[in-house]
């Protein structure tokens, strides 16, 4: 095990891997969908800078969160190959990246758009950072639930760098991604359930047991397909994205259905390899990819 980094050594991406790419990517778009769905556009190169403040930003959250974990990323087998953890890059180093990153993300929003986005923008980096990284993801199986705020923020962030204000709907794709979040890591939680308790993570299913933990899956996937239709019901969108959003959320529930009915053991365990939950961990990510979509098409070409 390797928790000492040599900076020299470490290459353009060990940098970029500290930021969590493939999670940015999510957060991006969702960002977009905020921006593009607001009733006024920025111009191109504004659109562009307030796009990347918020992958900067998310970027900087992500390498916190990575510098805060390094003891916890060497134990698990997911983990291990990140940067700190494998000795590539030094914790202290990282650390100082992230805060200037983060900083300058916030600075350059304020400065191009508004104090309102900036705002947002700075407590989502402290609220990962700090409220779901340092206190709850190692201090509550409810860690996910609560934490999953800071990944919902984008949306209001890329509404309010147009708008300088807030409104319904990008409060509704806040909940959205928010209520989406604890199914979408319970599922990854379910197959990873060994890797988290050996590094003394109180993911729901090493505190309260698969079966648990497969019943809130369903139970918060039923609940986002109610919220997920608020758009059409308060008549932010149409027909176009209704649709979508109904087919997409039956789907969701038919792939939390399979889950609750995974062949299990006498604790709740799978006897199949957990292959109902990584098929609605990978369903779950393309869920949220085609709904915000179908939002954006409803909202900007059918309009």
Known sequence: MKLEGRDGDAALREWLQLLKPRVISLVVFTGLAGMAVAPRWPSVPMGLIILACICVGAGAAGAINMWYDR?????????????????????????????????????????????????????SIFFYSVIYTMWLKRSTPQNIVIGGAAGAFPPMIGWAATMNSLDVLPVVMFAIVFLWTPPHFWSLSLYACKDYEKAGIPMLPVIKGPRYTRWNILIYTLILSGITLIPSI?????????????????????FAVKVLGDRQDQKGFSLDGDRPAKRAFRYSLLYLFLLFCGLLIDRVLLA
């Open 234 to 254: 308060t008549g932010e969108c149409g027909w176009f994205y209704t649709t979508c959003a109904s087919l997409l959320d039956v789907g969701f529930l038919y």
């Open 71 to 123: 003891d916890i990323d060497a134990v698990m087998r997911r983990t291990s190959v990140r940067p700190i953890p494998d000795g590539r890059v030094l914790p202290e180093s990282a650390l100082i990246y992230a805060i200037v990153l983060a900083v300058l993300s916030v600075v350059v929003l304020w400065l191009a758009t508004n104090l309102l986005a900036a705002s947002i923008l700075a407590f």
